[in-house]
C-alpha cells in the first residue's frame, strides 16, 4: 500500500503549510500529492506550484468536478500539466451533487449521472489518446454540439497538442453501488469517501475483475496525538459539514453513504441539527465509533495497529490528510 498526501481545497485563503507539506511528503518517500476543488479553489493550479517545487511524487486530483468544465476543457488541463510535470498527473473527477452543480457551477445537475459520467471519461479519454477528431452522438455531451442554440457549424477537432500519455490515469470518485461497479469498469482507480477498513464487504461484488494496477485510493484524516478523542474532534466537524450541509435534506450523497455503512438514523439527526443551524450539536451528533473507523488517529501505537487493517485489504493507495509533518512521518515509517 502506497502512501499519498491529501491536501484538499482551500478555506478563506492559501494554506501556506501546503508546499512545506508536499515538499515533506515527497522526501519521504510518499507516492502522490493531492488538491480538491469545491467552490472557491480550484484543483489544478496548486498542483501546477507543487510540481514546479517537487521533482517525483505523482500528482493528483481527488476531485476535479466534472461541472466545472467540459470534458474537453478537462482534458486540455489534464494533458498540459503532465507534459509540465514530466508525466506525474493522476486525473481524479468526480460528479458531485445537485447543490454544487446547480447552485455554483448553474448546470442541471444530470437526471443519468452514470451516463454522465461515461459520455465525460469518453471524451476526455478520446482527446488523450489522439487517435482521430473527438466525436461522441452523447446524450449530455454531445460533440460537436447540435442542441438548441447551434449554428450547426461546429466540426470535430484533434487537439493540437499531443499528449505526453496517452494513457494518463482516470480516477473517479463514486459513493452509490452502481457508480462504484461503473468507475471498476471504465477507469483506471477508485477514490472512495469514508472508506473502513471493517466494512469492505460493502464493495467486494462492485470491485470484481478489476485489472491489475487498479487504484482504490480513500482519503483517511490521520493525526498523531496522545489523546485519539482530541484527534477525533477535526473528524467529526468535517462528518457534520458534509453530512449536514454538502446536499439537500431530501437527497445527500454522503449522509445516504454514512446510512448504508450502518448509520441511518445517525446521519438523518446529524443533517437534522445542522440545517437547524445547530452546528456544535451536530458534530457531537456524529458517531464517535463512525468517525473513528474511517480515520487514523492517537498515539504511535494505535496508528500503527490501525493501519495493518487498511493495509490487508484492496486500497492501495491511502491519501493522508494530516496537519503535521510529524504524523506523515510517523505513518511513512510505519509503512516501510
Known amino acids: 500500500m502506497r502512501l499519498g498526501l491529501a491536501l484538499g481545497y482551500w478555506g478563506r485563503r492559501p494554506d501556506a503549510r ?76 468526480g460528479l458531485s451533487g445537485p447543490q454544487v452543480v446547480e447552485g455554483w457551477y448553474g448546470r442541471p445537475f444530470p437526471q443519468s449521472p452514470l451516463t454522465a459520467t461515461r459520455e465525460y471519461v469518453d471524451i476526455v479519454r478520446q482527446v488523450l489518446r489522439r487517435e482521430a477528431p473527438v466525436t461522441l452522438d452523447g446524450r449530455f455531451h454531445p460533440l460537436p454540439y447540435d442542441g438548441p442554440g447551434a449554428s450547426g457549424l461546429g466540426k470535430p477537432l484533434r487537439s493540437i497538442t499531443h499528449p505526453l500519455r496517452p494513457d494518463l490515469p482516470v480516477l473517479l470518485g463514486a459513493e452509490g453501488p452502481r457508480n462504484v461497479a461503473q468507475t ?47 484527534g477525533l474532534r477535526p473528524v467529526k466537524t468535517m462528518l457534520a459539514l458534509y453530512i449536514g450541509g454538502m446536499g439537500h435534506a431530501a437527497r445527500n450523497f454522503h449522509a445516504d453513504l454514512m446510512g448504508r455503512m450502518g448509520y441511518e438514523s445517525q446521519a438523518r439527526r446529524v443533517q437534522e441539527l445542522f440545517l437547524a443551524g445547530r452546528r456544535d450539536e451536530a458534530v457531537e451528533a456524529v458517531p464517535d465509533a463512525f468517525a473513528d473507523e474511517i480515520s487514523l488517529v492517537g498515539p504511535r501505537e494505535r496508528l500503527a495497529e490501525r493501519l495493518e487493517m487498511w493495509r490487508a485489504g484492496p486500497v492501495t493507495d491511502l491519501l493522508v490528510t494530516a496537519p503535521d509533518p510529524a504524523t506523515l512521518r510517523v505513518l511513512a515509517e510505519l509503512n516501510a
Open 18 to 93: 501546503h508546499l512545506d507539506l508536499a515538499r515533506e511528503a515527497e522526501r519521504l518517500g510518499y507516492h502522490s500529492v493531492w488538491t480538491s476543488e469545491s467552490w472557491g479553489s480550484d484543483a489544478f493550479t496548486p498542483l501546477a506550484w507543487i510540481a514546479a517545487h517537487t521533482g517525483r511524487i505523482a500528482l493528483g486530483t481527488a476531485v476535479a468536478q466534472m461541472a466545472a468544465r467540459s470534458p474537453t476543457a478537462t482534458a486540455m488541463h489534464a494533458l498540459t500539466l503532465d507534459h509540465l510535470s514530466g508525466g506525474r498527473l493522476l486525473l481524479g473527477l
Open 184 to 230: 471498476a469498469r471504465i477507469a483506471d482507480g477508485w477514490l472512495p469517501l469514508y472508506w473502513s477498513p471493517t466494512r469492505t464487504d460493502l464493495y467486494e461484488r462492485a470491485l470484481e475483475g478489476t485489472p491489475e494496477g487498479f487504484m482504490v485510493a480513500p482519503m483517511v484524516q490521520a493525526r498523531l496525538c496522545a489523546d485519539p478523542a482530541e
